[in-house]
C-alpha cells in the first residue's frame, strides 16, 4: 500500500476549478424550473434528510433530484423538469471532489493507478451502492410501471439519483457541502474498496503492466467449452508476446478472461 498522507484541511478548491464549478453552478440555477409545491410529503423529506446528514434550505433542489424521467412524462411533464440536469452538474462535482481527495490521500501513485482508483469510485456498481447504503431507492420519484419493475432497486436510477443529489446540494450548500457529503458518503472506504477482488479489472490492470515493460498487449484465446447452451463454461489462456502466462474459467469469455489475466498477475508477483 502506498504512503498515506493526512489528507489537507479543506479550504478553497483551486481558483480555476472553482471559477468553472462557480460558473456550473450559476448556469444549472437559472435553468432549474421553479415550483412552490414538493412531491413528497415533508415527514419523507425530513426522513431523507438525516440519511444525508444535511438539511436542505431549498428543498425544491433536493425534490428535483430525485425526479426520474418516468415519474415526469407519467405526469405530463417535460424532459427538463427530470433530475437529469441536476445529474450532469453532480457527475461534474463528483469528478473534482474524487480526484482531488485521491490526489492528496495517495501522495506516491501514478497516474494511472489514481486514475483506476477513480474510476471505480464513481462506477455505476459503486454509486449505486452508496444509493442504498442511504435508502435513497425509497425516495425516489418513479412512474407507478417502473416502480413495480424494481426501478427503485436498479443500479443505473440509483447512481444517476446519487449523481443529482450531489448537483442538488451543491446547489445548495455550495462546493464545501457536496465536498463533505461525498467524503462521507462515498470515499470513507475507498482504500479497502479498491483493494477488493470483485471490484478489480484484472484485464486493464495486466494491460498496463504488460505495456509497463514494452511487450505489447496480452493475447486472449478460449481453449475450450463445455456444457450445454444455457450453461456454457469457457476455459480461455491469456499469452504475452507468444508465451501462455496465465488460465481461467468461467460462464463467459469475459469472466473467463478476468480470470485468467488474475492467474497471470499472480504468477507474475503483481498481486
Do not use: C
Request: glycine residues 8%; aromatic residues 8%.
Amino acid at each position: 500500500m502506498g504512503a498515506v498522507a493526512p489528507v489537507a484541511a479543506h479550504g478553497d478548491a483551486n481558483e480555476r476549478g472553482g471559477r468553472w464549478l462557480f460558473w456550473l453552478r450559476g448556469a444549472v440555477i437559472r435553468w432549474l424550473p421553479r415550483s412552490s409545491e414538493t412531491e413528497l410529503p415533508r415527514t419523507m423529506i425530513r426522513d431523507l434528510e438525516r440519511h444525508l446528514q444535511y438539511r436542505f434550505r431549498d428543498v425544491s433542489l433536493l425534490v428535483q433530484s430525485l425526479k426520474h424521467r418516468s415519474y415526469v412524462y407519467s405526469n405530463q411533464g417535460h424532459g427538463v423538469d427530470s433530475n437529469e440536469r441536476l445529474e450532469y452538474l453532480g457527475d461534474a462535482v463528483l469528478d473534482v471532489v474524487v480526484a482531488e481527495f485521491l490526489f492528496r490521500l495517495y501522495v506516491d501513485r501514478r497516474e494511472g493507478d489514481l486514475t483506476q482508483i477513480k474510476s471505480l469510485a464513481v462506477s455505476r456498481t459503486v454509486l449505486a451502492r452508496r444509493a442504498r447504503s442511504i435508502d435513497l431507492g425509497r425516495f425516489i420519484l418513479l412512474s407507478p410501471e417502473e416502480r413495480n419493475a424494481g426501478g427503485d432497486d436498479q443500479d443505473s436510477i440509483l447512481s444517476d439519483a446519487f449523481e443529482a443529489l450531489i448537483g442538488a446540494i451543491h446547489l445548495d450548500g455550495g462546493l464545501p457541502a457536496a465536498r463533505s457529503f461525498i467524503e462521507r458518503v462515498a470515499l470513507h472506504d475507498i482504500d479497502e474498496l479498491h483493494r477488493r477482488e470483485d471490484f478489480i479489472n484484472f484485464k486493464s490492470k495486466l494491460l498496463e503492466h504488460v505495456q509497463s515493460l514494452g511487450s505489447g498487449h496480452p493475447k486472449y484465446q478460449v481453449q475450450d467449452e463445455t456444457g450445454p447452451d444455457h450453461e456454457k463454461v469457457f476455459s480461455v489462456e491469456v499469452s504475452i508476446t507468444g508465451e501462455a502466462v496465465g488460465n481461467g474459467t468461467g460462464r463467459s469469455k469475459k469472466e473467463a478472461q478476468q480470470m485468467a489475466a488474475r492467474d497471470a498477475l499472480q504468477r507474475l508477483g503483481q498481486i
